[in-house]
């Protein structure tokens, strides 16, 4: 008997359980009669098994609290695109830290719940911005991963990174020159980090972050760190910590000098 | 990155406000839909965070288009529809706006990434499988999904991402070719060590 032509997207639906009940014998019988046709058959089957298995997997995990919620009747369309945006901006960029400790096969995974549970308190802010300081201002060679000669394509680089709009204050009044900057690793959120210097070749850095949601604004911080004087503040949601081993009056007044150019920008931005 | 409301077409604002005569989406399946969002976002993502941002802002653009749902519909598949293209909308406005910030890898093609961490895999095949998947094309990988691990029929699918039946079915036959090719000779840096 003649087997009629099977076409490769009969071979498809078949193994989908998508072709018409008409046709369904034809290809069986094919298969009968055409062992490497089985073969493929019974390889495709097997590997929509291994797809649904590996895939199922996702369907286990616990749905995050924030994702009922958008499944409710929001009060009013527009809210919940707000809420979205809410929470989009006080919750949003951990994951580029995780991106750079991917190793291997997606570290990523294994270290984002603990990420983005842990809050950062200001006073481990500070003691971060502290040591990541130390650790490069004492660099000579390669203090920065951009030069201040390229001032906007750093900027450019670490407000896409962040998240937010970076700003690299000029503190030429007060006889600090931009050298660069790079980001840092910190405890949840990417940190920028952006390095000055004086003609004595006195280093000073500023170091800025996301807070998480619920850190409200605080004064003027000090905290002495390894030796390093630290001032630190959060202001809009952003935490700010300027280091440097310059005396406390005179990085109190940087820090406002910082302070004062950051709100005239934040105060220019469109909203 | 910054979004206004003003130019996100997904946070439009809704002209209608909703009242006892704004049909409502039956909420329990709704919620029943999450779980297959979020692994149809990872699939076209690639990346857990950007995949639960692109639930949430799937169910939000689900609300504000709940008088085009038809009761009694498949739920499941117009909210697919809809991810896929808020998607869509989404990488294109990416590409927007990374066009004059070259120096980070590309927001709109992230690094895949396993779409369940790795300890939840007690198969080596699966996660071999996994990662292989990643080395599909965004195209392929979803077809792939929709057919094979969401068993929807081929005219649904083409439904949800606007294409012809007959381009599913070749996307689909490429997709399954591929990942059986990639699978039988992994690439070195991908070989999972048991």
């Known amino acids: 008997m003649k087997t009629m032509p099977i076409s490769d997207a009969d071979i498809h639906a078949y193994v989908d359980g998508r072709l018409p009940a008409a046709r369904v014998a034809g290809v069986d019988e094919a298969l009968a009669n055409d062992p490497a046709l089985a073969a493929r058959v019974a390889e495709m089957r097997t590997q929509n098994a291994a797809l649904r298995d590996a895939f199922d997997l996702v369907l286990d995990e616990p749905i995050p609290e924030h994702l009922l ?157 390894n030796g390093l004087g630290v001032f630190y503040w959060i202001d809009d949601s952003c935490g700010y910590a300027l280091s440097g081993n310059v005396d406390r009056a005179q990085l109190l007044k940087i820090a406002h000098v910082v302070y004062g150019q950051l709100a005239a920008a934040d105060a220019a931005a469109p909203k | 990155m910054h979004r206004s409301a003003g130019s996100d077409p997904h946070l439009s604002i809704v002209t209608t406000p909703p009242g006892s005569d704004a049909p409502g989406l039956p909420q329990p399946d709704l919620v029943a839909a999450i779980p297959r969002l979020r692994r149809y976002a990872r699939v076209l993502t690639g990346e857990a965070s950007r995949a639960d941002d692109l639930v949430q802002d799937t169910l939000a653009r689900g609300w504000e288009k709940r008088r085009m749902w038809r009761s009694g519909s498949d739920l499941r598949a117009w909210l697919f529809t809809i991810m896929h293209n808020v998607y869509v909308n989404q990488l294109a406005m990416l590409k927007r706006e990374s066009a004059n910030v070259s120096i980070d890898a590309d927001p709109a093609n992230p690094a895949w990434q396993l779409p369940v961490r790795a300890n939840q895999i007690d198969r080596v095949e699966l996660l071999e499988l996994m990662q292989q998947m990643g080395r599909l094309s965004r195209d392929q990988r979803e077809v792939l999904l929709l057919a094979a691990v969401e068993e929807l029929r081929y005219e649904e699918i083409a439904g949800i991402l606007s294409i012809p039946v007959g381009t599913v079915m070749s996307r689909l036959s490429r997709a399954r070719n591929n990942l059986r090719q990639l699978v039988a000779e992994p690439a070195p840096g991908l070989r999972v060590v048991k």
Do not use: C
């Open chain 1, 69 to 225: 919620a958008a499944a409710v009747p929001p009060p009013s369309g527009r809210s919940i695109a707000a809420r979205a945006l809410r929470y989009r901006r006080a919750l949003p960029f951990a994951f580029g830290i995780a991106a750079t400790l991917v190793v291997g096969f997606s570290l990523g995974w294994l270290v984002r719940d603990a990420l983005i549970e842990r809050t950062g308190t200001p006073t481990s802010f500070a003691r971060q911005a502290a040591f990541a300081h130390a650790l490069y201002a004492a660099d000579a060679n390669r203090p920065v991963e951009i030069w201040a000669n390229e001032e906007k394509r750093l900027v450019g680089w670490l407000t896409k990174r962040l998240g937010f709009q970076v700003h690299a204050p000029d503190l030429t009044s007060v006889g600090f020159l931009l050298v660069g900057g790079r980001l840092v690793a910190g405890n949840e959120k990417p940190t920028a980090l952006l390095m000055y210097e004086n003609a004595a070749k006195e280093r000073l850095s500023l170091q800025v972050r996301k807070q998480t949601s619920g850190s409200g604004e605080t004064a003027f911080r000090y905290a002495h760190e």
